[in-house]
């Protein structure tokens, strides 16, 4: 079992060399709110919100004072913008008493902020500040129970036990690669098991379509011919949406 998920894991390396995070940020502080606020909704739809509330409240300090009913409207089309609103101000207010304003770079100082539990935390740990972790989302967990690694539900449960299977250094970089082959492949109710590279390593192959032609109309994403959630991706990612082509009459 743990050559064959190490073999999957050397595989979607290969499929995604380019998996990162899609959620744009420019720094620990955004990275952190928006992942609190990427509960509930896609990454894409906190990407359309993040540009007016950042430019609203660009620090902790900010977003510390901001009035509630004016958060909540910024943040709404993310849902349950109530209780995120809170949690924003709340860990936010945190930051800036506690620790100068600055996101703390450890598991436990981050777990005490209003709205960051683990997975959160590993989000931010990972990508902003390099610390290996491993992120159980809702695709993490969906895929490691497909491929037999783990039957555990609970999310902290599946993390200790593929933590042990796999070497800490691949941890953040293999959360990436189960999540981007979960939103673009492995889906929740339908897999395109006939378009999927890792079927052969599958112990669940046949869950979901095997026509290969069938099953290549389900890929999502760039697989699908679609850009991905960012609208801020990096240069070498193949989802990219295309510039927009000059205007008429534009100099040069």
């Known amino acids: 079992m743990v050559r064959r998920a ?6 979607l390396a290969e499929v995604f060399p380019y998996a990162h ?14 992942t609190v606020l990427s509960a509930q909704t896609t990454d894409l739809r906190v990407n359309q919100t993040t540009p007016a509330l950042f430019a609203r409240y660009p620090t902790p ?3 510390a004072a901001a009035v509630p009913e004016e958060l909540e409207e910024i943040i709404r089309p993310t849902g349950f913008f109530r209780a995120k609103a809170k949690s924003l101000i709340g860990l936010s207010a945190a930051l800036r008493d506690n620790y100068g304003g ?11 902020l209003p709205g960051v539990g683990r997975k959160t935390a590993f989000v931010v ?18 895929l490691v129970r497909r491929w037999k690694l783990t039957d555990q539900e609970d999310p902290e449960k599946v993390e200790a036990e593929i933590a042990a299977i796999f070497p800490k250094s691949e941890w953040t970089m293999l959360s990436h690669r189960v999540i981007f082959h979960g939103r673009r492949i492995c889906h929740a109710r339908k897999p395109a098991c ?3 590279p890792i079927a052969h390593l599958c112990p669940s ?3 979901g379509e095997t026509d290969p032609e069938k099953a290549k109309k389900l890929l999502k994403y760039e697989l699908g011919g679609q850009p991905g959630q960012r609208l801020k991706p990096p240069p070498d990612y193949p989802g990219k949406p295309a510039p927009p082509a000059p205007a008429l009459g534009a100099a040069g």
């Open 6 to 11: 190490r073999r999957i894991n050397r595989e």
């Open 61 to 63: 300090e900010d977003m």
């Open 125 to 142: 740990l990972g990508n902003a500040f390099g610390v290996p972790g491993i992120t159980v989302d809702t695709h993490f967990g969906r």
């Open 102 to 112: 600055e996101v703390p770079g450890t598991l436990k100082d981050l777990v005490t």
């Open 21 to 34: 995070p899609e959620l744009d940020f420019e720094n620990p502080f955004e990275l952190l709110v928006a």
């Open 194 to 196: 006939g378009a999927c």
């Open 205 to 207: 192959y046949g869950e």
